[in-house]
């Protein structure tokens, strides 16, 4: 409930804000707040303070990112790619993500059972710095 009702509440806030704002800015700003409670959540891990509470609250705040970062990186695909690769793009785009989809979790298992569960919130911001500052 707390990953669904703020992207319900932020989507279509996210997608007026895609139309009129810059996209790639946006995204910078919704990629830097996903590093930020990725980040909070491995903090709170290692050290051991994590609560059910902390947990709820940055999965809010990462929810309304995505509610403002999805529409903006679907806008952006139309920018750059030629209007002939567009079926294309959009379907290597959710290969991608059903890709990670499926990955993801199985290799936050291998990570979870050999390092910890803080290092799984820690590869994920890394992989959000990865994503933000390609854009940048």
């Not at 209007?83 to 793009?89: E, S």
Request: hydrophobic share 55%; net charge positive; glycine share 6%.
């Amino acid at each position: 409930m707390v990953r669904i009702l703020p992207v319900i509440i932020f989507s279509l806030v996210g997608g007026a804000v895609a139309d009129t704002l810059n996209r790639r800015k946006v995204m910078f700003i919704t990629q830097s707040l996903m590093i930020l409670v990725a980040l909070a959540l491995a903090g709170l891990t290692a050290i051991g303070k994590i609560a059910l509470w902390h947990i709820y609250l940055l999965t809010a705040i990462q929810a309304v990112a995505v509610a403002f970062d999805t529409p903006s990186r679907q806008a952006l695909v139309p920018n750059l790619v030629p209007a002939k690769d567009l079926p294309n793009a959009f379907s290597m785009n959710s290969i991608a993500m059903q890709t990670g989809s499926i990955v993801g979790p199985a290799l936050s298992g291998v990570v979870i059972a050999t390092l910890g569960q803080q290092y799984t919130y820690l590869f994920n911001a890394i992989s959000f710095w990865q994503c933000c500052w390609r854009w940048c």
